[in-house]
């Protein structure tokens, strides 16, 4: 079946503009979970949906990051006022369950902020 | 909060040679364990895991990994390295019960012919 589907797959703004990260988790996975990759931090975990219940957000670095999950399927990370730190690969991952359920990851979207 | 280290960041192998990748974790109560691997541009992909179970876990391609409490280590081997494992490698690590994955740094491996 069809994998984590990420997009776009390169993303390339100005700084302070608004940018929206689309993922497509696995068909019937009620977990999804959002991180980033970058050269100075490795990887990091952003924020995490399970169902209906309210998400962790913990790991969202300031409050220009938000993300949603609609329908309890396809979710949306916003980063507004893109600053140059910003730049990484934000990798979607969902998982059938949480918890020791593994997560699969999508290809990732590159942000690169000029 | 659980944290990973991975020792070297960097490991250069013959083909046909033992790979070996070190993880050691923090906590002192046996978390979940996870090694995943990065082909160049493309996401992670899960090669075992250890959830309380058997402490020598086989996974994809050949690849095994022992989870030894007294050193807090789960340590990731091959027999025989391929060109094809030449990519990085991410021990993660999550509490029981918990969802998030924390990462190590990464260990990215070259295969010489």
């Known amino acids: 079946g069809a994998g984590v589907s990420q997009s776009p797959s390169n993303k390339v703004t100005e700084k302070g503009k608004d940018v929206e990260l689309r993922c497509d988790p696995i068909s019937g996975h009620t977990a999804l979970y959002w991180y980033r990759q970058s050269l100075g931090q490795g990887l990091e975990f952003l924020i995490y949906?399970?169902?209906?219940?309210?998400?962790?957000k913990s790991g969202l670095p300031s409050d220009r990051f938000s993300a949603e999950r609609t329908g309890g399927s396809v979710s949306t990370l916003t980063i507004q006022r893109t600053q140059q730190e910003d730049s990484a690969v934000y990798l979607c991952?969902?998982?059938?369950?949480?918890?020791?359920?593994?997560?699969?990851f999508g290809p990732g979207t590159r942000l690169t902020v000029t | 909060a659980q944290s990973v280290t991975q020792l070297g960041s960097h490991v250069s192998v013959s083909e046909g040679a033992l790979v070996l990748l070190r993880c050691n974790y923090s906590?002192?109560?046996?978390?979940?364990l996870f090694w995943y691997v990065q082909y160049p541009n493309q996401g992670l992909q899960l090669l075992l895991k250890?959830?309380?179970?058997?402490?020598l876990v086989k996974g994809i391609n050949g690849f095994e990994a022992e989870f030894k409490k007294s050193e807090t280590s789960f340590h990731l081997t091959k027999p025989s390295a391929h060109m094809s494992d030449a990519a990085e490698y991410f021990c993660a690590v999550s509490d029981q019960g918990d969802y998030k994955l924390s990462f190590g740094a990464g260990t990215t491996v070259t295969v010489r012919a």
């Open positions: 250890y959830t309380s179970a058997a402490t």
């Open positions: 906590s002192s109560v046996p978390p979940y």
């Open positions: 991952a969902s998982s059938l369950l949480a918890g020791a359920y593994e997560q699969y």
């Open positions: 949906f399970q169902g209906n219940s309210a998400p962790d």
